[in-house]
């Protein structure tokens, strides 16, 4: 896990909840020990000295080793791992994001609070959506060590923060803007060729300890796929089976369905799923998760964009290019305003990257573009 630039605000980094369920290259793990919250807070252990403090805000060793654990947790749900030399740098950036919202928040208006409230139930409703059900969402805020009013806080307080920046710098992004954009580039508002399918998996390592499990008992899951075959091509509903019986927690209570482009899945799936007819049933296919048989629900050739489906998302995404080029001169000037200052030497001596060296590229856009 690589550590980049700073964010707007906390909500960027600490408190990101995947939207979109795992693929089949990228599967949700089912090993929750390694991703639960600890039973106690790393202030009860260590103490709760203040790291860094200013007119309106104070930032304590606690509150940073927590939000430190709860970024980790989410690494862990991911299956990655953040290398011990990137931790200096990774607490600092995180100090500066506490900072960051603790300035903003000062300035909220009540408008303000509301507005961001409204915001962070919409995008916790959106990402209820794109996991398939509450159930999978509560499992990946399980897998996370966070609950569902922990994050609703969070992105609260992150959302109230954006919105102050939104009113303080004056970002008024008009439709013409987006228009503009995507004109002048429609390479980016291309949908390419993608498949909508559906899976079961049954794994060949153990969720628990993420082991290989042993021949005998991967000949007895092929042996279940097997039966699981004959059901689904003699006609069973195919969704049925996959809530049932797959072990990809990520789509299993969505009928075991993805919809992606090529080069999105590992090979294997990815090759079985493109060769099929609608409505065709595939053989066992076999990848480094498992065995998986998929049945496709329909392809979709390659398209451009709407410009209406695509409008809300540039002006969202030039809306954050604008506040990220102005938020750095906009930041400082509110830390010498509150007189910030660092107390720990250790986080004091930790570079942040600069912000100029970071790439410029578009404004970010949702699936459907690139």
């Known amino acids: 896990m690589k550590i980049t630039g700073t964010s707007l605000v906390l909500l960027f980094v600490a408190a990101a909840l995947p939207v979109r369920g795992a693929a089949p290259d990228r599967p949700a793990p089912t090993n929750t020990a390694a991703a639960s919250k600890p039973a106690f807070k790393a202030s009860d252990l260590f103490g709760n000295k203040i790291v860094a403090k200013g007119k309106g805000v104070e930032v304590t060793r606690g509150q940073l080793d927590d939000e430190v654990i ?4 989410q690494a862990a749900a991911r299956n990655q791992n953040i290398p011990p030399e990137q931790m200096g740098q990774m607490e600092r950036q995180i100090l500066e994001q506490l900072i960051q919202v603790q300035l903003l928040q000062a300035k909220a208006t009540e408008a303000d609070k509301a507005t961001g409230k409204a915001l962070a139930e919409k995008r916790l409703a959106e990402a209820t959506t794109r996991l398939g059900s509450e159930e999978a969402l509560n499992r990946q805020l399980k897998l996370m060590g966070a609950t569902r009013e922990e994050v609703l806080a969070k992105w609260t307080e992150s959302a109230t923060a954006e919105t102050v920046l939104k009113r303080d710098l ?18 980016r508002f291309e949908e390419p060729e993608m498949v909508r399918a559906s899976h079961i998996l049954l794994m060949t390592t153990d969720p628990k300890t993420n082991t290989e499990l042993t021949d005998e008992q991967k000949a007895a899951k092929r042996k279940q796929m097997e039966g699981l075959l004959k059901r689904a091509r003699a006609g069973e509903d195919f969704a049925k089976l996959a809530k049932e019986y797959s072990e ?15 080069n999105q899945m590992v090979p294997e799936f990815e090759a079985a799923a493109f060769s099929l007819a609608t409505n065709q049933v595939s053989d066992i296919v076999t990848t480094r998760f498992g065995y998986h048989i998929i049945k496709l629900s329909e392809k979709i050739p390659a398209k451009k964009v709407d410009y209406d489906k695509a409008a809300s998302d540039i002006k969202e995404g030039l809306t954050q290019q604008a506040l990220q080029k102005q938020f750095p001169d906009y930041l400082a000037k509110l830390k010498t305003e509150a007189g910030v200052e660092i107390l720990d030497e250790k986080l004091k001596a930790q570079e942040l990257p600069d912000p100029s060296r970071q790439p410029a590229g578009g404004p970010p856009v949702k699936s459907g573009t690139k």
């Open 70 to 73: 709860r970024l980790k947790s």
């Open 170 to 187: 004056k970002v008024d992004v008009t439709d013409a803007d987006a228009k503009k954009y995507f004109d002048d580039n429609p390479a």
């Open 248 to 262: 990809d927690p990520s789509s299993k209570d969505k009928g075991g369905e993805y919809k992606f482009p090529r």
